[in-house]
């Protein structure tokens, strides 16, 4: 059976790494916000995350938005999601090279967590109920425990 998550690009994530002067340009983020919400819904999926969870993650867009979103209608995404899709894209990229069994490196958001980062939390629920501070402290932690931020 193959792993629904085999449908992350990763050339889709390469897309995201812009020069940090030119994130801002309407028609940069214009060009990356298809394929960014493509590959968030992958990851999504892969995480099995409900359409809630889906809008905590990215910043909790009204649920008109989030399925004009979902059906492909993205045009351009605020700045503020697309560094949010950016940070998820990162997690799921370090927890599959820090779990190569993809079960586990799917799971690992939902497990509750004993490090103090999370305080017995699991991990998904520090990046929802913290914001984009949550997501980047995940994100941080999984970069240090895998020896790097790329």
Not at 65 to 85: E, F, N
Not at 97 to 103: D, F, G, Q, V
């Amino acid at each position: 059976m193959e792993h629904k998550a085999t449908r992350v690009n990763a050339s889709n994530a390469a897309a995201a790494q812009i020069a940090p002067d030119r994130r801002q340009d309407p028609e940069v983020r214009r060009r990356l916000s298809g394929p960014a919400m493509r590959t968030f819904f992958n990851i999504a999926a892969a995480w099995g995350l409900s359409v809630n969870q889906q809008r905590g993650l990215l910043g909790w867009p009204a649920v008109s938005t989030y399925h004009k979103y979902k059906s492909g209608g993205v045009g351009a995404l605020p700045y503020d999601m697309l560094v949010r899709i950016s940070l998820v894209i990162g997690i799921y990229k370090a927890l599959h090279i820090l779990y190569p069994e993809p079960e586990l490196a799917d799971q690992w958001i939902r497990l509750r967590n004993s490090n103090v980062l999370f305080g017995g939390q699991t991990p998904l629920a520090v990046m929802i109920d913290s914001g984009i501070d949550g997501l980047y402290r995940v994100r941080r932690m999984l970069d240090g425990r895998r020896g790097g931020w790329n």
